[in-house]
């Protein structure tokens, strides 16, 4: 059997500071020294421990790190030589800002679908900076780094998941009974809402309900048999086009696997309809009677 082959794969700069050997620099390779020792101090006291040896040593893989991030966003298909004149040119703390940039805007998106009053607390939001930080820039020598391949993962799962929660608020907005202002969104369930109840037609928006309005609709449902292509079409007439990806999206898979779309038509008790509704809707549906 033949031995398997490793790839190295070093942080950007580390891989640039290598191509000070095939191209001397002395006063480049000193100013450099000089930027990256300032940066990590600054790293250390603000990140981790300026005090002690593992806190100095952790804030120079960070820092490692997050120059790395910064480097491969701006030289994403050039070499390494031109990562090297980059951080001549225009210095370490250039690139070193657009990477914490990078983490910065990635720890603001939402994690999931579930948002809680916590998101927008200052204090939660730079705990999750620093955990975001030290998760895509720590550096080990002893391990290949990856960290701009799973910035590149965790932005895109991100995005997805913002694009939810836009869609969700708008439709919260626009909820047809009033806007719904709570701090607590379950975007899924507030969308699972907008898009069972869209079957009845009508244009309305509904994304908050109760047990007895759902009652109401299960039997205008069964009494009229609407055309619920024709209720999602309404729907999507109303909602705008920047939130159609999404909404198209789920329209599909609830056209295709909504057991309470699917067992509305037939003799399903209401109370067995209820809690199917309450697996989709979660926390948006108030299962008290009012």
């Not at 299960?218 to 999602?232: H, I, Q």
């Amino acid at each position: 059997m033949l031995p398997a082959i490793v790839v190295e794969t070093l942080p950007r700069l580390t891989r640039a500071i290598q191509q000070l050997a095939q191209h001397p620099d002395d006063d480049a390779a000193y100013t450099l020294a000089d930027e990256l020792t300032g940066i990590t101090a600054m790293v250390a006291e603000k990140f981790t421990n300026d005090r002690t040896a593992e806190g100095i040593q952790k804030a120079l893989q960070l820092t490692t790190g997050c120059v790395s991030l910064g480097l491969d966003h701006a030289l994403p298909d050039e070499d390494d030589l031109a990562a090297l004149d980059l951080l001549i040119d225009e210095g370490a703390e250039h690139a070193f800002q657009i990477g914490f940039r990078m983490i910065k805007e990635l720890s603001t998106l939402p994690e999931d679908a579930l948002v809680g009053e916590y998101d927008t607390d200052p204090v939660y939001a730079a705990r999750r900076l620093r955990d975001k930080f030290v998760d895509i820039c720590q550096t080990d020598p002893n391990q290949n780094w990856d960290g701009t391949a799973r910035y590149a993962v965790q932005f895109k799962q991100r995005k997805e998941v913002q694009a939810v929660v836009r869609l969700a608020n708008w439709l919260r907005r626009h909820n047809t009974e009033g806007p719904v202002s709570d701090a607590d969104l379950n975007a899924e369930g507030v969308i699972a809402l907008a898009i069972i109840f869209a079957v009845e037609g009508g244009g309305m928006i509904v994304a908050r309900t109760g047990q007895k309005e759902f009652e109401r609709f299960v039997k205008a449902v069964r009494k009229n048999k609407p055309d619920y292509e024709a209720g999602w079409a309404a729907l999507l007439a109303k909602v705008p086009v920047q939130h159609h990806p999404v909404l198209l999206e789920r329209i599909e898979s609830y056209r295709q696997h909504c057991t309470v779309l699917h067992n509305i038509k037939g003799r399903t008790a209401m109370k067995t309809l209820f809690a199917e509704l309450e697996n989709y809707a979660g926390s948006e549906l108030d299962a008290d009677y009012s």
